[in-house]
């Protein structure tokens, strides 16, 4: 079993799965993610919570979602955060709030998760996939541009793997950005001016707790951040039923609301983020030590504080056969994403075919995501390294 099915019915769950972690090294297994690891860290608080919440039965809504939706935006630097039900709604319910809809198009990477494009398709626009710089594998600001024209609602640039994109240069090009900030909690744009942390220096940013995120819930979850009090208020009628009053509808909103209880967990692991970001840090500087030199392995490029680690992605020549010995050294990998987002099934519909994204398509045949949480051991990353040098020498 890879990781990227190890989370109970989410099999490709948005950047990282999770669950189903034995956090053992005991066995000789180096997981992929330690949700359990985590879990021990926050327990207490997130216990005595949960025991708040369950005595005053606030389920939806509750004192500790209005709490955690000040402590989000005052850590990334937004002046506003809205909290949803998970990162797809994000994506959607601040396309809506931007007013993107039918007829409208919206630029966004053929390397991401599923959920980038989904969104649009929910919002009733168009996506139009653009092709990603080599290196990052973040959409590439040329192609993006060249894709705008009058039709385009929003450019999507997605923070993939935890690393910035460059939103200067798509900011200039006129329609609204909305970063896809669910795999970069906590990262921190490197020329700051009024940009927040983790992405926000668009107009929008949706992002999602899913369990495996950098910052994740026990289930889903997800939030907007923005700088604009309008957006937010637009967004904090949609995901309510199109409501601010008890049974007042002023539009056609949906049922996207962050759960008191998830709430509880985000707010006790949010007071770890900081660290935990420090320690991926930290693991990443010591995967490019222990792997430099091994042959055929090609390590992401370095980065600052504008990455965070979510994934730690080399390439490998012949994928699937490095990822299955891995495997049988007991060492978990992912790869996030196998196909990309132009040649799945669902997305027939826009037309293309292989060659259509060619720096996507080479990179989706030998991406591979080595184990990285923020408790990962130098003895398990030594394993990891051992074990792919033995393979590749
Ligand atoms: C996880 C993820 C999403 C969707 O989040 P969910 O909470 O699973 O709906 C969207 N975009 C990216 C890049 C993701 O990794």
Same mark, same amino acid.
């Given at each position: 079993?890879?990781?990227?099915?190890?989370?109970?019915?989410?099999?490709?769950?948005?950047?990282?799965?999770?669950? =189903?972690?034995?956090?053992?090294?005991?066995?000789?297994?180096?997981?992929?993610?330690?949700?359990?690891?985590?879990?021990?860290?926050?327990?207490?608080?997130?216990?005595?919570?949960?025991?708040?919440?369950?005595?005053?039965?606030?389920?939806?809504?509750?004192?500790?979602?209005?709490?955690?939706?000040?402590?989000?935006?005052?850590?990334?630097?937004?002046?506003?955060?809205? =909290?949803?039900?998970?990162?797809?709604?994000?994506?959607?319910?601040?396309?809506?709030?931007?007013?993107?809809?039918?007829?409208?198009?919206?630029?966004?990477? #053929?390397?991401?998760?599923?959920?980038?494009?989904?969104?649009?398709?929910?919002?009733?626009?168009?996506?139009?996939?653009?092709?990603?710089?080599?290196?990052?594998?973040?959409?590439?600001?040329?192609?993006?541009?060249?894709?705008?024209?009058?039709?385009?609602?929003?450019?999507?640039?997605?923070?993939?793997?935890?690393?910035?994109?460059?939103?200067?240069?798509?900011?200039?090009?006129?329609?609204?950005?909305?970063?896809?900030? #669910?795999?970069?909690?906590?990262?921190?744009?490197?020329?700051?001016?009024?940009?927040?942390?983790?992405?926000?220096?668009?107009?929008?940013?949706?992002?999602?707790?899913?369990?495996?995120?950098?910052?994740?819930?026990?289930?889903?979850?997800?939030?907007?951040?923005?700088?604009?009090?309008?957006?937010?208020?637009?967004?904090?009628?949609?995901?309510?039923?199109?409501?601010?009053?008890?049974?007042?509808?002023?539009?056609?909103?949906?049922?996207?609301?962050?759960?008191?209880?998830?709430?509880?967990?985000?707010?006790?692991?949010?007071?770890?983020?900081?660290?935990?970001?420090?320690?991926?840090?930290?693991?990443?500087?010591?995967?490019?030590?222990?792997?430099?030199?091994?042959?055929?392995?090609?390590?992401?490029?370095?980065?600052?504080?504008?990455?965070?680690?979510?994934?730690?992605?080399?390439?490998?020549?012949?994928?699937?056969?490095?990822?299955?010995?891995?495997?049988?050294? =007991?060492?978990?990998?992912?790869?996030?994403?196998?196909?990309?987002?132009?040649?799945?099934?669902?997305?027939?519909?826009?037309?293309?075919?292989?060659?259509?994204?060619?720096?996507?398509?080479?990179?989706?045949?030998?991406?591979?995501?080595?184990?990285?949480?923020?408790?990962?051991?130098?003895?398990?990353?030594?394993?990891?390294?051992?074990?792919?040098?033995?393979?590749?020498?």
């Amino acid at each position: 079993m890879t990781d990227s099915t190890a989370n109970g019915g989410h099999p490709t769950g948005g950047g990282t799965t999770g669950g =189903g972690t034995t956090g053992a090294d005991a066995c000789g297994e180096v997981p992929f993610v330690d949700l359990a690891a985590a879990h021990a860290e926050v327990e207490r608080q997130v216990r005595a919570g949960f025991d708040r919440v369950l005595a005053a039965t606030a389920f939806v809504n509750g004192e500790e979602v209005g709490a955690f939706e000040r402590d989000y935006a005052h850590f990334t630097g937004a002046a506003h955060c809205v =909290g949803v039900a998970n990162g797809t709604d994000a994506l959607e319910l601040a396309l809506r709030a931007l007013g993107v809809g039918p007829g409208a198009e919206v630029v966004l990477p #053929a390397n991401t998760f599923i959920a980038t494009a989904e969104a649009v398709v929910r919002a009733g626009a168009r996506p139009v996939l653009v092709d990603v710089d080599p290196a990052t594998l973040l959409i590439d600001p040329a192609l993006a541009a060249a894709a705008t024209g009058p039709s385009t609602g929003a450019i999507i640039p997605v923070h993939l793997y935890g690393r910035l994109a460059d939103v200067r240069p798509l900011l200039e090009l006129g329609p609204p950005v909305l970063e896809d900030a #669910a795999q970069s909690q906590g990262a921190v744009p490197a020329a700051a001016t009024d940009a927040a942390t983790g992405g926000a220096s668009g107009a929008i940013a949706a992002t999602s707790f899913y369990p495996g995120k950098n910052l994740g819930a026990y289930g889903d979850a997800g939030a907007i951040t923005t700088g604009s009090a309008e957006l937010a208020r637009a967004v904090r009628l949609l995901r309510d039923h199109g409501s601010d009053r008890k049974y007042h509808h002023e539009v056609v909103g949906m049922n996207s609301r962050l759960d008191t209880l998830q709430a509880v967990v985000l707010r006790a692991k949010l007071r770890r983020l900081a660290g935990w970001n420090a320690s991926r840090r930290a693991a990443a500087a010591r995967y490019a030590e222990l792997l430099d030199g091994v042959p055929g392995v090609v390590l992401p490029p370095p980065a600052g504080e504008d990455h965070v680690w979510h994934l730690y992605v080399v390439r490998v020549p012949d994928r699937d056969e490095v990822a299955r010995r891995l495997g049988e050294l =007991g060492v978990r990998t992912g790869v996030h994403y196998p196909v990309p987002v132009h040649l799945q099934p669902a997305f027939r519909r826009l037309g293309h075919g292989p060659g259509d994204f060619p720096v996507t398509e080479a990179a989706a045949a030998e991406i591979l995501s080595l184990p990285m949480f923020p408790q990962i051991t130098d003895e398990q990353q030594r394993r990891v390294a051992d074990g792919l040098r033995k393979i590749l020498d």
